[in-house]
């Protein structure tokens, strides 16, 4: 019998979400799946865009790039849609696993996504448990399973 390999959690993941409850739950699901990387949080696309490319508030600080990327699609100014396509249009941010995590299950936003470049689509769930669930999933394959990039910045 073959054991998991122990999760990298070093690597981080941002969060973009404009509800701050769904930030929040996502937290607490993967604190309770015992996935601890480090988990940043942005508002909207626009924010998410300002931080990935070291923009406005992010300027002086110029944060580090995530390994992992959760991404709703349905956000005020700019909507995850199109922070996607900007994000895989990138020569410099492309290499980012994006994984949607949204209310959406409108095939069009399925395929659009995916042709955009998105790594993964996920409709977020309707109890906390099954989102401990993906929390889990998400955790062992992208931060044990997969071989990820090294972050450049």
């Known amino acids: 019998m073959t054991s998991m390999p122990r999760l990298d959690s070093s690597i981080s993941v941002l969060l973009a979400d404009d509800d701050p409850d769904d930030c929040r739950l996502t937290?607490?699901?993967?604190?309770?799946?015992?996935?601890?990387?480090?988990?940043?949080?942005?508002?909207?696309?626009?924010?998410?865009?300002?931080?990935?490319?070291?923009?406005?508030?992010?300027?002086?600080?110029?944060?580090?790039?995530?390994?992992?990327?959760?991404?709703?699609?349905?956000?005020?100014?700019?909507?995850?849609?199109?922070a996607l396509a900007q994000i895989k249009s990138d020569p410099t941010l492309k290499h980012i696993p994006v994984v949607v995590l949204t209310t959406s299950s409108a095939e069009v936003d399925v395929a659009r996504a995916y042709q955009a470049g998105c790594n993964s689509f996920i409709?977020?769930?309707?109890?906390?448990?099954?989102?401990?669930?993906?929390?889990?999933?998400?955790?062992?394959?992208?931060f044990s399973v997969v071989d990820l990039p090294e972050q450049p910045r």
């Open 27 to 82: 937290m607490e699901a993967f604190r309770a799946a015992r996935i601890d990387n480090p988990m940043q949080f942005v508002e909207d696309g626009e924010v998410l865009l300002d931080y990935l490319k070291g923009r406005d508030r992010y300027a002086a600080t110029a944060p580090p790039l995530p390994g992992l990327i959760l991404l709703d699609l349905n956000m005020p100014r700019v909507d995850g849609r199109e």
């Open 123 to 142: 409709q977020k769930p309707g109890s906390f448990g099954a989102l401990v669930e993906i929390a889990s999933t998400l955790g062992r394959y992208w």
